[in-house]
């Protein structure tokens, strides 16, 4: 009952998943739901999240005309509306040691940084938490890998009342890769 030309298929999509990239599992990031796929449309949704790995641009070739500019911002949280994952915000006060880890799927050299994001402007609050002005290095084998690429601890600033309502603020980690991939994800939280 196989069917060849489907199963060649389905490994050439299996082969071409070893190509997808990095993607933050802890703290529990932002994912996708039905106010993403309603801001972001349907071609770009279903790169998104067919690869939660892989990097952004594959999303924003294939936007069509279910796309909302004006909602779905790919290059900013990855186009993930806060709206879908509301309950998922993180309570910490300033000075908490958050630790992360991201998952790296494949290495791609470039820099990255992780910031206090303002979620109404886009833009960041105060200095980078961490910042990479390399990351992952991809002439570098497994046993020369930087720690703290995958596994570091962000301490949370004091943010004044900026960050104190659920939806004002989150944390992105930002990798852009200098092949032109970019690779977002944002832990929501607030400050108590
Ligand atoms: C985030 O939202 C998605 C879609 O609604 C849901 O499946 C997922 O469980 C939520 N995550 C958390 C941690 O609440
Ligand atoms: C990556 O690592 C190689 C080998 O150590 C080094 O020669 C190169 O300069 C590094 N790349 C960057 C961008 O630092
Ligand atoms: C990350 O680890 C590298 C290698 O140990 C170190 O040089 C660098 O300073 C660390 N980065 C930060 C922000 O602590
Ligand atoms: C974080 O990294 C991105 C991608 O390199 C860059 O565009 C952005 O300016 C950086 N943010 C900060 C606050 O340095």
Redesign the pocket.
């Known amino acids: 009952m196989f069917n060849l030309p489907l199963l060649s298929l389905a490994l050439v999509a299996a082969s071409s998943q070893v190509m997808a990239h990095g993607v933050v599992t802890s703290p529990t990031p932002r994912t996708y739901g039905t106010a993403s796929q309603a801001a972001c449309g349907t071609g770009a949704i279903k790169v998104l999240t067919s690869d939660k790995y892989g990097p952004i641009e594959n999303a924003a070739l294939k936007t069509d005309t279910t796309y909302n500019a004006n909602t779905c911002h790919l290059f900013f949280c990855r186009g993930y509306q806060f709206s879908d994952n509301a309950s998922n915000v993180k309570v910490y006060k300033p000075g908490t040691v958050v630790n992360f880890h991201v998952d790296i799927e494949a290495h791609h050299?470039g820099t990255a940084n992780v910031s206090v994001v303002n979620l109404a402007t886009q833009t960041p609050i105060g200095k980078p938490l961490f910042y990479w002005?390399?990351y992952t290095?991809?002439?570098?084998g497994p046993a020369?890998w930087v720690k703290n690429e995958t596994d570091f601890s962000a301490t949370i600033p004091d943010l004044g009342t900026q960050c104190t309502k659920a939806g004002a603020c989150a944390i992105q980690w930002w990798w852009y890769a200098?092949n032109k991939q970019t690779y977002e994800s944002c832990v929501d939280f607030v400050t108590a």
Not at 137 to 140: P, Q
């Open positions: 050299t002005p390399v290095n991809n002439s570098l020369d200098f």
